[in-house]
């Protein structure tokens, strides 16, 4: 499968049972290094991933055979700043720029809405991710929260002019 072939777009409800699929399969290895709440929170259910698209804007990456391959979520956390969520690609699909494809159109639609700066936190067993990101301008901001028992780790990005700017 080429990078090429893949296409880009804003998630619809009828993708629901395609991005389940794809983050528990993305995260299927990490499943016992989560504690159980924060895995479930991670993976979602219908019923938090249907949340979740009501608050955000969901972003899929989609094979030429219509196989959802790829999800990243995002959305403004408060003026300015946008944050990110949930980026998953699956296994057999990593290495081919899904995951590039995916950032660049979510950070798009973040600059579209006047953001400056993106958040994103990340787990301490998602190395790859964490190298994904920091390979991408994301570096850590020092703050770390408990998600369900385990360290939960801020990145952030500037993306253009603050909002105070001319």
Known sequence: MLAAKIVIRKAEMGDALGILSCLSEAFAPYRTDYTPEAFQDTVLTADTLARRMA?????????????????????????G???LRGMAVR????????????????????LARKC???????????QRAVRFYEKHGYRRSGRT??????????YVKEIGPSPTSP
């Open 55 to 79: 608050t955000m804007t969901i972003v899929v990456a989609v094979s030429d055979k219509g196989e959802i391959i790829g999800t990243i979520g995002c959305g403004v956390a408060s003026p």
């Open 81 to 83: 700043e946008g944050h």
């Open 91 to 110: 296994d057999r699909c990593q290495g081919l720029g899904v995951a590039e494809k995916l950032l660049q159109c979510a950070e798009a639609e973040l």
């Open 116 to 126: 400056s700066r993106i958040t994103l936190d990340t787990t301490l067993p998602l």
């Open 145 to 154: 929260q408990d998600f369900y028992g385990m360290p939960l780790v801020e």
